[in-house]
Nanobody
Framework: QVRLVESGGGLVHSGGSLTLSCSAHGFSSDSYDIGWFRQTPGKEREGVSC????????YYAESVKGRFTISRDRSKNTVYLQMNNLKPEDTAVYYC??????????????WGQGTQVTVSS
């Protein structure tokens, strides 16, 4: 079955860290840009970070620059989002998405089920 599976969410205190994983199943994610998005009830979905399949360039929302790091392990078909110095406003459901041109078009081919991140103050 072709799907993306996120894991690693949880409850942490403000200032803490979490690492989210996005594993591709049933397909190779090598050719896909992978992005992380987040959403809280009543708010629009926000793009958090994205990594290019072509050259590995990473992109970040201003709100997470300097705190989050996206990386890819091609041998594990997995993309990670290392989140440091977490703040209560980072609380959201985090989703990963894969798209052949996600970086330039935001169009995705696969979307994960999401993982909850809760940051307490």
């Amino acid at each position: 079955q072709v799907r993306l599976v996120e894991s690693g969410g949880g409850l942490v205190h403000s200032g803490g860290s979490l690492t989210l994983s996005c594993s591709a199943h049933g397909f190779s994610s090598d050719s896909y840009d992978i992005g992380w998005f987040r959403q809280t009830p009543g708010k629009e979905r926000e793009g958090v970070s994205c990594i290019s399949s072509r050259d590995g360039t990473s992109y970040y929302a201003e709100s997470v620059k300097g705190r989050f790091t996206i990386s890819r392990d091609r041998s594990k078909n997995t993309v990670y989002l290392q989140m440091n110095n977490l703040k209560p406003e980072d609380t959201a459901v985090y989703y990963c998405a894969a798209g052949l041109r996600l970086v330039t078009t935001l169009a995705y081919d696969y979307w994960g089920q999401g993982t909850q991140v809760t940051v307490s103050s």
